[in-house]
Each structure stands twice: as C-alpha cells, then as structure tokens.
C-alpha cells in the first residue's frame, strides 16, 4: 500500500514563501511520476506541476511558472513544493499524486493521493 502524507501548508502574506513536503512509503517514490494539484472551495482541482520519476522533466500550470519550484529526494522518498511570491489566489488545499504511467496534467491518471495540506494567503 503507497501512502503519501504532505505537510509543511499554513497561513502566509502575499508575496510570502512556504515550502510544501510529501512523504511517500509503502514504494520507492522513483516508481512514480510525481504532480501536485490544489482545490479551492468550489473550484475543481487543478494541476500545479508535475515531475518524472528521474526530476529530469518538469511541468508547471501557468498560474505558477516561475514562482513555484517542484523537487524531489528520491533516496529520501520525498517530493517538495517550494511556492514563492504566494497570491491570495493560491489558497487551496495542495495534494501532491503518484502516478505509474509518468507526469499528467489530468488528475484521473494518478493512483494515489495524500490526504492534502492547506495553504492560505492573505492579502
């Protein structure tokens, strides 16, 4: 059984900088391509950014070129989300995902999910 756990969400300024984290046990996270996606209250979830099995390949939405960073510490099974320049916009739930096949931007190809981490920023 794979189990993702994310910690490191909270309340930031605008303009401030969390770093997210999750824990991947149960396999080797070098098993799986590796994506964070978020949900606002009444918005579909949407994708953030994905990474390869290798952290050669990477994927950013839009919304967050340039100001998120996706990494990842195979050796430790970790995966890390570091988010600057937060806007009040971001605030959402923040899930990260395993996927076997290799990054989607779609979430219905990933297999597993954490149980989120909520980030907030206030204006």
């Known amino acids: 059984q794979v189990q993702l756990v994310e910690s490191g969400g909270g309340l930031v300024q605008a303009g401030g900088s969390l770093r997210l984290s999750c824990g991947v046990s149960g396999r080797t996270v070098n098993t799986y391509a590796m994506g964070w996606f978020r949900q606002a209250p009444g918005k579909e979830r949407e994708f953030v950014v994905g990474i390869s099995r290798s952290g050669y390949s990477t994927h950013y939405a839009d919304s967050v070129k340039g100001r998120f960073t996706i990494s990842r510490d195979n050796a430790k099974n970790m995966v890390y989300l570091q988010m600057n320049s937060l806007k009040p916009e971001d605030t959402a739930v923040y899930y990260c995902?395993?996927?076997?096949?290799?990054?989607?931007?779609?979430?219905?190809?990933?297999?597993?999910w954490g149980q989120g981490t909520q980030v907030t920023v206030s204006s």
């Open positions: 995902a395993a996927d076997p096949a290799g990054i989607s931007r779609s979430h219905t190809w990933y297999d597993y």
